[in-house]
């Protein structure tokens, strides 16, 4: 039977059809890989992700962690498949040869992990902080930091986390007090509180490393004066054996909505609950130079908003396959003007609003998918393009759709969540069906790794501004160039070229409307808006990219139909969804930036 996972089919479709990665093959980095590895690869991940994280997807979310004061308690399967999974040498698998890795292609290794995602974002979410971890210590670490830490996090020994936020200071950086007094011996010690630590303590692996956010003494204030510090749970020698426990403390687990599989945690740095070398204080280590903290842990913080996007999109995609397959066994009801009360029932799936539900997923999930994969992509070409010029399109135009990869999928997916509970009716607001769950988890995307507002404030407020306008155009004028080859190829990719070209030049109009005077307040009053529309805008562009790479209509089999009518369904009633919201910004309308405070 199909996996009611991931769409293998899709996913073939996706890498090998359109985004033709076995042509990745001819550049050095990948010249030991071929098809076969690429899909051997994705067959291991298929597998480990069925057999050793999903089974156990329900039970963590029923027992999730607890502390007893001493220790943080999680079912025995979490930590079985985590081995299972460092087993598969798969956290390495877009990492260079040097280090252990695969040396994939970003975008095989991004389509590995998706299925990992859908079977158990929560178990998953422990090697996500750590992959995202090593590859902040690769750029920026010393080699000694990444023979130290990085090397037992690969080898899945260790794990990782990031430190940013501050309970009263929250998504606002520029406001964190955790302080690193630095010390004689070179090392710091680190006094504060972190808030909304993911992974922040467990005992699934030997150590855990923390990504630490401080202010050092005497440091610019604001943003300017943060730098990063590895803080490890537990001490590490010189040569690698665990020393004393560092003075990192859970204050607490936070119980969520969903995600509850992943340890969710307050920590305290520094307050004497551990005194290495006999006093309190966290031992850090300064990673790079002091007062880069936020420019080094945003190349962690990107590669996380990228993967929260996969990891909405694989929720969001596993609960359509699930109400996919229960509509077509679920038999309820008879066809609109059947006269025969005694006839046998049909599957709902027979119903048309039924199918407008299961087609409005589709269309989301598998117009998400293709975006996070084409981003993968995207990173494989400013590593390896041959040419200067095209790295650093590669890299341009990934900073301008990073916050469109995160948000939108974290918010359409959702939908898509939403969509299967309703396709099941009261069966899917049950717990005896995942679809109830995928929603719970997926809430929490939008919020993961900046919320909607703040993904709409770096689209609008820098992305498409910067260096000139730069990331505008470079957008507008590569979705322009699909437009132009769906153009000359006629008939219906021709005509939804026409809609995607006027879609476009809104984006651009309205644009520059907003940032007319240069008056961020205004031109950012609406911004979360921006957002959604462009990002409708971009996932039209994927719909249309993939009808580009279909056979002739007419000439491929019932997936190839599928993913045509989902692309029809996608410009006929989500793409028009832009109009209004693009009359909104365009007209820069104040009722909500004039709303005071004291009329609510």
């Known amino acids: 039977m199909p996996s009611t996972l991931l769409s293998r089919r899709d996913l073939d479709f996706l890498l090998h059809e359109w985004l033709r990665v076995s042509e990745l093959v001819e550049r050095p980095r990948y010249a030991e890989h071929s098809r076969e590895t690429f899909d051997d690869a994705l067959d291991l991940a298929e597998r480990v992700a069925t057999e050793q994280f999903a089974p156990h997807n329900r039970a963590a979310d029923l027992a999730e962690p607890t502390f007893d004061g001493q220790r943080v308690r999680l079912i025995p399967q979490v930590r079985a498949a985590l081995d299972s999974f460092a087993e598969t040498g798969l956290l390495t698998a877009g990492l260079d040869a040097t280090v252990g890795g695969l040396q994939l292609p970003h975008a095989v290794a991004a389509a590995c992990f998706t299925w990992f995602q859908a079977a158990n974002v929560a178990t998953s979410a422990y090697p996500f902080l750590t992959l995202g ?61 972190k808030m909304w630590i993911s992974g922040g303590d467990h005992e699934l692996a030997e150590n855990i490393v923390h990504l630490v ?18 803080v490890p749970k537990v001490l590490v020698g010189p040569d690698g054996s665990l020393g004393e426990r560092n003075d990192v403390a859970l204050a607490g687990l936070n119980h969520k909505m969903g995600f509850r599989g992943t340890t ?6 520094g307050d004497g609950a551990h005194t290495p070398a006999g006093r309190a204080g966290a031992v850090g280590h300064l990673v790079g130079a002091p007062h880069q903290g936020l420019a080094q ?16 999109t694989a929720l969001g995609y596993t609960g359509y396959l699930k109400s996919l397959a229960y509509a077509k066994e679920r038999p309820q009801g008879r066809p609109v003007g059947a006269k025969d009360p ?5 599957p709902i799936i027979d119903h048309p609003d039924v199918r407008r539900m299961l087609l409005a997923q589709k269309s989301y999930v598998e117009g998400a998918l293709a975006l996070v994969l084409y981003c993968a992509r995207l990173l494989d070409e400013q590593k390896t393009a041959p040419a200067e010029a095209d790295r650093e399109r590669a890299h341009l135009l990934l900073d301008v759709l990073t916050p469109i990869t995160k948000s939108w999928p974290s918010q359409w997916c959702l939908a898509a969540n939403d969509l299967a509970i309703q396709v099941l009716g009261g069966a899917g ?30 689209l609008l407020g820098r992305k498409m501004t910067m260096q000139g306008g730069a990331g505008l155009t470079l957008l507008t004028t590569t979705i322009g160039d699909t437009v132009e080859r769906a153009s000359k190829a006629g008939g219906e990719a ?12 809104r984006v651009t109009a309205v644009t520059r409307r907003l940032w007319a005077d240069g008056d961020p307040v205004l031109a950012l009053a609406n911004a979360s808006a921006y957002l959604e529309a462009v990002g409708h805008v971009v996932i039209a562009w994927m719909w249309l990219e993939q009808v580009l790479a279909l056979p002739a209509e007419g000439a491929g089999d019932a997936f190839h139909a599928g993913k045509r009518q989902a692309a029809r369904y996608f410009f006929t009633v989500e793409l028009p969804r832009t109009g209004p919201q693009f009359d909104l910004l365009e007209s820069r309308d104040r009722t909500t930036l004039d709303m005071r405070p004291d009329w609510f």
Do not use: W
């Open 133 to 193: 971890n090593a590859n902040l210590l690769l750029a920026h670490g010393s080699p000694e930091q990444v023979d130290t830490y990085v090397r037992p996090m690969l080898d899945g020994r260790f794990f990782g986390t990031m430190c940013l936020s501050e309970p009263h200071a929250g998504s606002s950086l520029a406001d964190i007090t955790t302080r690193a007094e630095p010390q004689a011996d070179g090392t710091y010690r680190l006094f504060g509180t």
């Open 213 to 230: 956010l401080a202010r050092i003494p005497g440091a610019p204030p604001g943003v300017k004066g943060i730098s990063l510090f590895i």
């Open 264 to 269: 969710n945690t307050l920590l305290s740095f």
């Open 297 to 312: 842990m945003f190349h962690m913080m990107n590669e996380a908003r990228i993967g929260v996007g996969a990891g909405a």
């Open 342 to 346: 005694a006839a046998a029932q049909v």
């Open 429 to 458: 607001y049950t717990r005896d069906h995942d679809v109830e769950q995928h929603y719970r988890d997926n809430r929490l995307n939008p919020i993961h790794e900046g919320t909607h507002g703040i993904q709409a404030l770096d």
């Open 494 to 505: 021709s005509e939804l070229a026409d809609r995607l070209a006027a879609a476009v030049d």
